[in-house]
C-alpha cells in the first residue's frame, strides 16, 4: 500500500504540516527565503517557522533577545 502525498503535507485546523523526511534544500528555501513571507510552512512537523532573510524577522528576533536580556538583568539586579 502507497502512501498518498496529502497523508504526509497539507492543512489541519487551517495550519499547514509535513511530515516529508527534511531536506536541507527544503530547509533553506522555507527559512532563508528574501522574497518570501514572514512566516512560512516548517520544513518538517506542523505549523509556521519565520523566515529569518525577511527584514522584519531581525526586528522579531532582536526584540525577543532584548526581552530576554532584560529579564536577566533585572533577575540579577534584584538578587532573587
Do not use: C, E
Not at 531536506?23 to 527565503?33: E, G, I, Q, S, V
Amino acid at each position: 500500500m502507497s502512501r498518498q502525498t496529502h497523508d504526509i503535507q497539507g492543512r489541519f485546523w487551517g495550519m499547514p504540516y509535513d511530515w516529508r523526511r527534511p531536506t536541507w534544500r527544503r530547509f533553506a528555501r522555507r527559512m532563508h527565503n528574501p522574497g518570501g513571507p514572514l512566516f512560512t510552512p516548517k520544513s518538517f512537523g506542523w505549523g509556521y517557522a519565520l523566515n529569518l532573510a525577511h527584514p522584519k524577522a531581525r526586528w522579531i528576533l532582536g526584540g525577543l533577545l532584548a526581552i530576554a536580556l532584560l529579564l536577566g538583568l533585572g533577575h540579577v539586579l534584584i538578587g532573587a
